[in-house]
């Protein structure tokens, strides 16, 4: 799974650790304009995933989220 954005963007990432990656529809997966949106994005899915991160366009993780994390980086 390549977490590095297009460039100028941000990638959500959410996983499960049941079956998220065998799911019809995979793990949550959305390309972001800015980090706010990302942001917003992971967290308004923060319940359905035990795992949501946000990395920018060289694949650094820049904010964490999920029902199973704390607060953000």
């Known amino acids: 799974m390549q977490v590095q954005a297009p460039k100028g963007q941000y990638r959500v990432i959410g996983l499960d650790p049941i079956d998220t990656l065998t799911w019809p529809s995979?793990?949550?997966?959305?390309?972001?304009?800015?980090?706010?949106?990302?942001?917003?994005?992971a967290d308004r899915n923060g319940?359905?995933?035990?795992?949501?991160?946000v990395y920018d366009d060289r694949g650094e993780l820049l904010y964490e989220a999920g029902?199973?994390?704390g607060e953000g980086l």
């Open 67 to 69: 029902c199973n994390q």
């Open 26 to 41: 995979g793990p949550l997966w959305k390309d972001c304009e800015t980090l706010e949106e990302a942001r917003d994005f």
């Open 47 to 53: 319940g359905s995933y035990l795992w949501i991160y």
